[in-house]
């Protein structure tokens, strides 16, 4: 079995893949680059080099800051909530209850869905006076609220339909890493007299923690690249109010056509993205036990 | 093989024949169109995309729903950009700018050039080809057309002890009438609003643009280069919509286009202010005695003029480009117009259209249909610039921030026209 590859072999084996990693992730972030440093020709606008003159309109740009507050907040918001309720539906459909296998199949099914249909369902969900959620406030008394049309609740109820979405794929992961939790530890831990609150958070928890890295850089790379929603719910309005990084890249490129711009921006999302893993990796990694 | 001497045959017969072929010379075309209405518009539009075909064998045509007017534009100019247009596309009239822009399509004038061709370019209303035309060449020809005209649902106006007949006409009775309409439950909730006008996103910058016009100005004039944001019509504008909301007339805060036909045939709203496109979706749903009027005005009537018009791209060859001349005609006939009018509720976009015997029998029968061709005398084209998506936002953010109580309807225009302005004058 451990014949080696013939040089040839492994040269074709190599160049296949690192040519497809080439033609998609680094030509177009290089060219992502050197576009973010030309201004956006057209027929009537000559094309010229303006160095920086994008990145320094990226500083005056108010739009951008809202923009950046709102997607901070979207993280901040969908992935801790996210990866708590994963936990807790992982936990529940992992006990001994009877219908556990319905139960999963209902936490998972909203991830089964494209995001696309997701918004839509929500849209019916949310729409004012004869959406779902009116229904149930107006049954409570309470005045209908115009979710989507609102700057104050616009991007909570984004946040909303990410975790709903989320939540599930994530309960997956934790479910497959709860059936790995050594039956003998807990075992161990229940003879020294230590409560089911007490065996969960001193010995379940920290086994789940790579787990849990796994889980935070997905959903924080998914709180930056899932935008789907927000293009057929509210298109980033009103007033901005629920505009993600990635929405704003999109509008600003293919909705205005400033390509340039477009570039600016998405150099600036990489930087971030960029830095955020880092960190990530670094103060999560140091303080976690892999089996 | 049966097939294919056939086809043989054909070809022989054809290279015979000689110069007579050549000019039905074979052309495939791809067909972008977009729907912004609740209405089975993919259906006809397919339905008569393959009736063109069965009348012309030698050519092909491949329908391509490609979502709504925003994702076309996005669609077509990007094909475009990667060397692959579609030969013809419905888009925004007001994307003219962006798509002369953009280099991507031909003049329809310098293809349609017999005197025929002239004749047939003029067979439309002139309000609806004023915005097809830029620096004095015909670069679109009008398909679904369509201003906003009042929907109000009669029975709530009886209801409140108003005439069925006699909808609201100016802002002051559209607030007076509104109030009456309003229906609280038992806990002082509002179960029927009195009005809805779309403010969020596009459709609220275009109905905003009607509201414009009604106080006498215009948001943009036809050179592409000016935008009139910072106006007293504008403040004016801005001034109702905010005093709907304070009087309890409309719901507060942003009021989406795409809810707003069904919160009206569901009862919550009184009545709406919405695209003459959505009559069919009405005509069909409504559990209630209905009528459009014209839009209630400011100081009179005044209305946009908005949909989409057809245009031929750059990119492809003679062939194709006659045979795309041939297909709009066939698309824009009389006949046809008539087809497409009475599916959706679009203005027919040409005067001999309304003469068709179906046509007159569908006007008799839904006289709803005749409000907006009646209306378009007042009617105003969309607003429409250069970088018109990149313009039009601002204009968009204003509204949306003045509804939201961010911002005052004064500093929100002023802030929107200067930026306006920085983009603009590179065009001027």
């Known amino acids: 079995m451990n014949k080696r590859l013939s040089l040839g072999m492994a040269f074709v084996l190599l160049v296949l893949p690192s040519s497809l990693l080439v033609a998609f992730t680094h030509y177009p972030a290089v060219r992502a680059l050197a576009n973010s440093l030309w201004n956006n020709a057209t027929s009537r606008r000559p094309s010229r080099f303006v160095g920086l003159d994008n990145y320094a309109a990226l500083l005056e740009d108010e739009k951008l800051l809202q923009v950046l507050i709102n997607s901070g907040l979207y993280a901040l918001g969908t992935i801790p909530l996210?990866?708590?309720?994963?936990?807790?539906?992982?936990?529940?459909?992992?006990?001994?209850?009877?219908?556990?296998?319905?139960?999963?199949?209902?936490?998972?099914?909203?991830?089964?869905?494209?995001?696309?249909?997701?918004a839509n369902i929500w849209l019916f969900f949310y729409a004012p006076g004869i959406g779902l959620a009116s229904q149930i406030l107006s049954s409570m008394g309470l005045p209908s609220v115009n979710f989507l049309g609102s700057t104050e609740t616009s991007l909570v109820s984004m946040m909303v339909v990410a975790v709903w979405k989320e939540a599930?794929?994530?309960?997956?992961?934790?479910?497959?890493?709860?059936?790995?939790?050594?039956?003998?530890?807990?075992?161990?831990a229940r003879l020294e007299g230590a409560g089911s609150v007490r065996v969960f958070l001193d010995v379940v928890l920290p086994l789940l923690r790579p787990t849990t890295i796994f889980v935070a850089?997905?959903?924080?790379?998914?709180?930056?690249?899932?935008?789907?929603?927000?293009?057929?719910?509210?298109?980033?309005?009103?007033?901005?109010?629920?505009?993600?990084?990635?929405?704003?890249?999109?509008?600003?490129?293919f909705g205005h056509r400033d390509f340039a711009y477009g570039a600016t921006l998405t150099v600036l999302m990489v930087v971030i993205l960029g830095a955020l893993a880092a960190f990530q990796y670094r103060v999560l990694d140091r303080r976690t036990h892999y089996q | 093989m049966k097939l294919n001497r056939t086809s043989t045959l054909q070809a022989v017969m054809g290279a015979m024949l000689g110069a007579g072929v050549a000019s039905v010379q074979a052309a495939d075309l791809e067909f972008y169109f977009?729907?912004?209405?609740?209405?089975?518009?993919?259906?006809t539009i397919e339905a008569l995309t393959n009736a063109w075909a069965a009348k012309n064998p030698q050519h092909t045509v491949k329908a391509v729903y490609a979502g709504n007017y925003e994702e076309t534009t996005t669609k077509a100019l990007t094909a475009a950009q990667a060397g692959d247009p579609p030969q013809v596309a419905v888009l925004l009239a007001i994307d003219i700018f962006t798509l002369v822009e953009e280099d991507v399509i031909v003049p329809i004038s310098d293809i349609a050039t017999s005197a025929?061709?002239?004749?047939?370019?003029?067979?439309f209303y002139p309000s609806f080809m004023k915005d097809a035309t830029f620096e004095g060449k015909t670069y679109a020809i009008p398909f679904q057309r369509s201003t906003p005209v009042f929907y109000y649902n009669k029975d709530a106006f009886r209801e409140a002890g108003l005439d069925p007949d006699s909808p609201?006409?100016?802002?002051?009775?559209?607030?007076e009438v509104g109030k009456k309409l309003v229906v609280k439950d038992a806990n002082g909730n509002v179960t029927r609003w009195g009005t809805r006008i779309p403010t969020l996103g596009l459709g609220g910058a275009w109905l905003f643009g009607g509201l414009v016009v009604s106080k006498g100005d215009v948001l943009s004039t036809d050179t592409g280069t000016e935008a009139r944001f910072d106006t007293p019509a504008a403040k004016a504008s801005l001034d109702f919509l905010l005093q709907l909301a304070a009087e309890g007339v409309m719901q507060p805060g942003g009021i989406s286009w795409g809810d707003t036909p069904k919160a009206f045939l569901e009862r919550q709203t009184a009545s709406m202010w919405t695209s003459t496109g959505n009559l069919a979706f009405v005509s069909e749903n409504a559990e209630f005695d209905w009528g459009v009027g014209f839009l209630p005005g400011g100081d009179g009537p005044g209305a946009p003029i908005g949909g989409g018009n057809f245009y031929i791209f750059k990119g492809t060859t003679d062939e194709e480009r006659a045979a795309a001349l041939d297909f709009i005609k066939f698309m824009t006939s009389p006949e046809n117009a008539a087809v497409w009018a009475i599916a959706t509720g679009y203005v027919a976009p040409r005067p001999d259209a309304w003469e068709m015997p179906e046509m007159k029998a569908y006007v008799q029968r839904l006289p709803q249909a005749l409000v907006a061709l009646e209306q378009l005398p007042h009617a105003e084209r969309e607003f429409a610039v250069f970088q018109r998506a990149k313009v039009t936002q601002y204009l968009v953010d204003a509204i949306e921030s003045v509804l939201a109580g961010s911002a005052e309807p004064a500093a929100a225009l002023?802030?929107?026209?200067?930026?306006?302005?920085?983009?603009?004058?590179?065009y001027r």
């Open chain 1, 82 to 118: 996210a990866i708590v309720l994963a936990i807790g539906m992982a936990l529940l459909v992992n006990s001994r209850l009877p219908a556990t296998s319905l139960m999963r199949l209902s936490f998972f099914m909203p991830t089964m869905l494209p995001m696309v249909a997701v």
């Open chain 2, 168 to 175: 609201p006409k100016s802002w002051a009775e559209m607030i």
């Open chain 2, 34 to 43: 977009p729907v912004g209405v609740n209405a089975p518009a993919v259906a």
């Open chain 2, 116 to 123: 025929e061709d002239k004749a047939w370019m003029s067979s």
């Open chain 2, 414 to 426: 002023a802030a929107a026209q200067k930026k306006a302005d920085e983009v603009l004058k590179e």
């Open chain 1, 217 to 253: 850089v997905n959903a924080l790379i998914n709180a930056f690249r899932l935008v789907d929603h927000i293009i057929v719910m509210t298109r980033g309005g009103p007033n901005n109010s629920s505009a993600l990084l990635l929405y704003y890249i999109y509008e600003v490129t």
């Open chain 1, 168 to 188: 599930g794929l994530f309960m997956i992961f934790y479910l497959a890493a709860l059936q790995t939790v050594p039956v003998h530890l807990k075992e161990a």
